[in-house]
C-alpha cells in the first residue's frame, strides 16, 4: 500500500539549509556532512545529493552518488562508511515510508537501475530505532550485506570505564602499562606526525593499504578538528599505539585506525588508548565507542573478533539495503 502523502525530491542542495537539517537529524552523522565528503578528489566520485521534500521544508537528505553506467544505481553513501536518509526531527513511521517511496519515484522517472543504502547500526540512533529499516523491508528492498561492528557501551559515570568492559587480562595489562609510564594524550592535526609513525608500521606489516593516505587524514583533521581527533599512547616519548576517531553524532564515536607500534608490544599501546579513550568519551556524554566492522559475509576476521570482544564488545549490524527498479516492489 503506498503511503498517503506525497514528497517531492530535488538535487543540488544548498550547503547552509543542508548543514542546517543535519544538525536538527536524530539520525544524522559526520559521514552525512558535505564538507566531509568533499575531502575526495573531484572526480572520483558522481556525487549527487538529494533532498526530500513535504511541502517546501526538507523531510530527509541523503547523501550520495551514482553508481554505474547507462541505468546507474543511486548509492548512499559514496565516500564514506555509511549513509542512507537523514531525518527530520519528530519523523513518524508513514513520514519514513512516505520519504522511501518519494526516493523510488525519483529514480524510475530518472532511469536508474535502483537505490542502495548502507544504514548504521540502529543504536546510532535511538530515537529511529528500526524504522528507517522496516520502511526499507516494506517497499521492496532486500538486505545485500551485513557487517558485524564490534561496539562498546560506554558507562556515563565513573571512571576506569574499560575495566567494567575489558576481559581476560585486559585490564592487568593496562594496570601495568601504565604503571610502567604509558600516557594516553588526546590531539588535533599537531599529533599527526607521531600518530603517522605507528599508522605507517602497521599498514606496511599487514601489507595492505589504507582508506585514506597521510595527506587526506591531515585534509579531514583540518576539516572537522572538533569531531575528528588522534588519540596516541606515548612511552617516553614514543608512540605505542594511536586511534584516529569520527565523533560521528553526540551519541557515538568511531575508531576510523587502531594502530599499534610491534617494536614496544610490552607496552599495551592499544588497550592504554582505547582505556584512556573510554574515559574521555563517558565525561562527554557518548554511549558507544564502534570499533569498526569486524565480520561481514565474505570473510570472517577471528583475530580481530576475538581482540574486540575481549575489550567488552557487543556485535551490532551495519547493513545494506538495494531496491532495482526491475524487481518487483511494492
Known sequence: MAPDRTMVVTADPA???????????????????????????????????????????????????????????????????????????????????????????????????????????????PEVGDMLS???????????????????????????RHAQLFRARFPKFVRAARRSGVRVDEHGVEGLSAFLNVFDQTYQRHGVAPTHSAAEIEDLLGRFPERIRIFLAMLDGTPAAGLLVFLLNPRVAYTFYICANSDLPKAQGNLVAIAGLLDWLGERGYSWLDLGPGASLAKFNDGVMFFKENLGAIGHTRDRWRWSIDATHH
Open 15 to 125: 550547503p547552509p539549509e543542508w548543514a542546517a537539517f543535519l544538525a536538527a537529524s536524530p539520525n544524522a552523522t559526520l559521514f552525512h556532512e558535505l564538507p566531509f565528503l568533499a575531502y575526495h578528489a573531484a572526480d572520483r566520485f558522481r556525487f549527487h545529493h538529494l533532498v526530500v521534500r513535504d511541502g517546501a521544508a526538507p523531510a530527509a537528505v541523503v547523501p550520495g552518488g551514482l553508481v554505474g553506467g547507462e541505468r546507474p544505481v543511486f548509492t548512499s553513501p559514496v565516500g564514506a562508511s555509511v549513509g542512507g536518509p537523514a531525518l527530520a526531527a519528530g519523523a513518524r513511521a508513514s513520514d519514513v515510508e512516505a520519504i522511501v517511496a518519494a526516493l523510488q519515484e525519483h529514480a524510475t522517472t530518472h532511469g536508474w537501475g535502483g537505490l542502495e543504502f548502507t544504514l548504521p547500526p540502529a543504536v546510532y540512533a
Open 134 to 160: 522496516f520502511a526499507l523491508f516494506r517497499r521492496g528492498f532486500s538486505l545485500t550485506e551485513r557487517w558485524l561492528c564490534p561496539m562498546l557501551p560506554i558507562a556515563r559515570a565513573g571512571d576506569e
